[in-house]
């Protein structure tokens, strides 16, 4: 009988991993389990035995004729078993590992769209960036009164000239603590600097960033990045195609350009051009524009729905009939924390909240939206970047002495996006700094409200996400205390040298 021990981790259980094996095998004998009454294993011995797959099942190939043998036994194998399925979900079981080095900013937000993967980015807090690491945009016009490289060298220069002194100044004013090492304290230091001048740095400054997705995921993503307006996505999406093939050649293969996706949003622009052009009109950073109308008798409904066998509108109505007093108990037994309810701190809220959605306008500064962008169980639709609703200026730059600095930059920037938009509008914010605010609609479930305010709200968060998610928790609060007193916010402002 074959032997299956190097693929699985064991032979006799019921739970069990794979191992050692390609990720299309690994997709196709997953799919098998909607096609086929035997258990994987079995059915990894059948494809073994077949000769499926023995030339590429974990074994090294040490001269050309037999990787190209193995080689085009894969791709028949692929052919065969992942094309022939004929189904999409087969794709959702490879996974790819893709590390993608020296992206502009702008680009890895395009990229981290992608709701179902997994990312991990170079942080603007525990590294300093390096002036000389920057992406050119091939749109840029070969002549302009302020030329763009320019720009984002006098940017990036001012960061790095910068940062020694703001670093030293931060430690002058930050006395080490009896607890702190030596390094632990220059660290926390240094992450108080780099959070001050993060609002220089270009959206253009190179980032890396890891990749987890399975191969469906990438598909889209892959079609996305060649439809997208700038060039610098279209090569990445080809970049990203060309790299995951070699793990996933045939689940990816059909990615290419949509004309869906590539001319929807100019048609929609012939429409937006007829809009008013007025100056932004002074308001809140954050507006709760959208909430439900009764949204305590809403959740207690949800979370009694999987009680019996009511439909929802029978037992909602029964709910709207019980006393105030009746509704809160319902809802303080499902959502408050101990010792007075149920839940302990690191309990995640029941899944009954996500029932109950909001919709927020929040004008944010691109630097804190890069943060929040991460929370990507919502859905996020983001103006373009301009200078048109201002910028940011941590109250650091002032007390340092840095005002003179900081505004050059940021006038020199606006300068030149202007200048750019006439001849390469969809490169322009390229030049803008992090400092520069836009406007990102937010449609948040109760749930992942309750995750972001408490997460992003905490001592150790940037101070300008953490004022928005102190103002979203206010907002909550004034349209409806008791659903916002179950969710732990921190109302504190923390200025220099937070602990890391």
């Given amino acids: 009988m074959t032997n299956i021990s190097p693929f699985v981790t064991n032979l006799d259980r019921p739970v069990f991993a794979l191992r050692n094996l390609p990720e299309e095998v690994v997709a196709v004998l997953f799919a098998y ?12 011995r059948r494809l073994l035995e077949d000769g499926d797959i023995e030339a590429f099942a974990g074994g090294g190939c040490e001269d050309e004729d037999t990787l190209l043998n193995a080689r085009e036994k894969a791709r028949q194998f692929h052919e065969k078993w992942v094309v022939g399925y004929g189904h999409g979900s087969v794709a959702e079981h490879a996974v790819v590992h893709l590390a993608l080095e020296d992206v502009s900013i702008l680009a890895s937000k395009v990229i981290e769209d992608a709701r179902l993967a997994s990312f991990t980015e170079k942080s603007t807090r525990y590294v300093v960036f390096d002036e000389s690491r920057y992406h050119t945009p091939a749109e840029f016009p070969p002549s302009l009164d302020v030329p763009p490289s320019s720009v984002l060298r006098l ?27 030596e390094r632990a304290w220059k660290a926390v230091c240094r992450s108080s600097a780099c959070d001050i001048l993060r609002y220089l740095l270009p ?3 190179h980032t890396n960033l890891g990749i987890t997705a399975n191969a469906r995921t990438l598909e889209h993503l ?3 990045m060649l439809s997208h307006p700038l060039a610098e996505c279209r090569t990445l999406g080809a970049q990203i195609k060309d790299e995951a093939r070699t793990i996933v050649p045939t689940l990816i293969k059909y990615a290419d350009r949509s004309d869906y996706l590539a001319e929807a949003p100019g048609i929609i622009n012939e429409y937006a051009d007829v809009l008013p052009q007025v100056t932004p009109a002074e308001g809140p950073d954050v507006r709760l524009i959208r909430a439900p109308f009764e949204p305590e008798i809403d959740l207690a409904t949800a979370l009694l729905y999987d009680r019996g066998t009511l439909d929802w509108t029978v037992l909602r109505e029964a709910v709207a009939e019980w006393p105030r007093e009746r509704v809160e108990a319902v809802l303080r037994s499902a959502l408050a924390r101990k010792p007075e309810g149920m839940r302990g701190d690191h309990d995640q809220v029941l899944r009954h909240l996500e029932h109950l959605t909001y919709t927020f306008e929040i004008t944010i500064d691109y630097g804190a939206f890069r943060d929040i962008h991460r929370h990507r169980m919502a859905t996020q639709t983001r103006q373009r ?49 992090l400092a520069y605010r836009m406007r990102v609609l937010f449609t948040w479930n109760l749930r992942e409200m309750d995750h972001f305010i408490t997460l992003r709200s905490s001592r150790q968060g940037h101070a300008s996400y953490r004022r928005i998610a102190q103002d979203v928790w206010k907002a909550l609060n004034r349209a409806s205390p008791l659903l916002a007193e179950f969710i732990r916010v921190d109302m504190n402002d923390y200025r220099l040298a937070r602990d890391v």
């Fill in 222 to 224: 892959i079609t996305k």
């Fill in 385 to 433: 970047l301009t200078p048109d609703l201002g910028y940011s200026t941590p109250p650091e730059i002032a007390e340092l002495g840095l005002l003179d600095d900081y505004r050059r930059c940021m006038d020199t920037a606006a300068e030149a996006f202007r200048e750019l938009e006439r001849t390469a509008p969809d490169a322009a914010p390229y030049v803008l700094p």
């Fill in 33 to 44: 389990y909607s096609r086929s009454a035997e258990p994987l294993r079995e059915n990894l």
């Fill in 203 to 205: 959206t253009a400054t």
């Fill in 155 to 181: 940017l990036l220069g001012t960061y790095a000239r910068l940062m020694p002194q703001v670093t030293a100044e931060v430690e002058r004013r930050t006395p080490r603590k009896e607890s702190q090492t």
